[in-house]
């Protein structure tokens, strides 16, 4: 997945950065705890008496607040930063640190090439949240965990009941929870939105692709009702005996379904 500049992964953004970079700098160092113990331990909890994990990935470290924090749990940080100069100064912060900072666009990183288990974490730009999700989930080699900090509008999206192809697609793949809820105040400058850390834990996947083929079929006019995006594959009739069969009102909208109901109904309909 190649980007430009105009997709620069950096977690934050400040006086004197780039403002077409969509950065904003989280200074609350309770919240930055909070995130990086989610990280560490999959729970919001202390971590002082616990034995570190191995290594962090972290995306955009931007000026190492949560870098900071990552670098008390985890043995290691690989600290993958677009923006030059930043990823130049960010070591300096860190003397003596097992700290690993990669230049580069964390969409082209290899995860695949990473030694043992790992964790994934970062306060991403919102317009490329969902190219970051996709690549972590699809990696060759899964992370343990991932720990982003996304709109929380997405993340509201990602774990509700009304599927969306992207919140499916992650279903498919991870288990997901809702984190917490960050103030858009909390930032500087601040956003015009809130945020809030959504936590995955990435398995195999669910379903197959063909399946998602049909999905995405399903969501061509995701107002529409469902039926009527199935056209052409049966017969009205036919779809909505399916429907019927499966326990799905004629009414159902295609975020009325959730993942194994778009099983059941690939299977029928295949």
């Known amino acids: 997945m190649g980007v430009g500049k105009e997709r620069l992964i950096s977690g934050t953004r400040m006086v004197g950065t780039k403002k077409s970079l969509g950065q904003h700098w989280l200074k ?3 919240i930055l705890d909070e995130i990086a113990d989610l990280a560490a331990n999959g729970s919001a909890e202390k971590s002082a008496d616990k034995t570190k994990q191995v290594l962090c990935i972290e995306i955009g470290p931007g000026l190492g607040f949560l870098t900071s924090s990552l670098l008390k749990r985890f043995e290691k940080v690989i600290a993958v930063e677009y923006d030059d100069r930043l990823a130049e100064n960010l070591p300096k912060s860190f003397p003596g640190k097992n700290l690993e900072v990669v230049k580069g666009d964390f969409l082209q990183y290899d995860l695949g090439a990473v030694m043992g288990p790992y964790t994934v974490a970062g ?3 919102y317009y490329i949240t969902s190219p970051i999700i996709e690549k972590v989930l699809m990696a060759p080699k899964r992370p343990e965990r991932v720990v982003l900090l996304i709109q929380r509008e997405v993340a509201e999206r990602i774990v509700s009941e009304k599927e969306t192809p992207l919140s499916l697609f992650v279903k498919n793949r991870a288990k997901v929870v809702a984190g917490p809820v960050v103030l858009a105040k909390e930032f500087t400058p601040p956003p015009k939105v809130d945020s809030e850390v959504i936590v995955m834990e990435p398995h195999e996947p669910m379903v197959s692709e063909e399946v998602f083929g049909l999905i995405r079929r ?6 529409k009702k469902l039926f009527h995006n199935l056209a052409g594959l049966k017969t009205r009739e036919e779809l ?4 019927l069969e499966l326990g799905v009102s004629s009414d159902a ?18």
Do not use: S
Not at 218 to 223: I, L, M
Not at 240 to 243: A, C, N, Q
Not at 253 to 270: I, S
């Open 218 to 223: 399903g969501f061509a006019a995701p107002r």
């Open 253 to 270: 909208r295609p975020g009325d379904l959730d993942l194994m109901a778009w099983q059941k109904l690939y299977d029928v309909l295949k």
């Open 123 to 125: 306060n991403i730009p």
């Open 240 to 243: 909505l005996g399916i429907l």
């Open 28 to 30: 609350n160092r309770e």
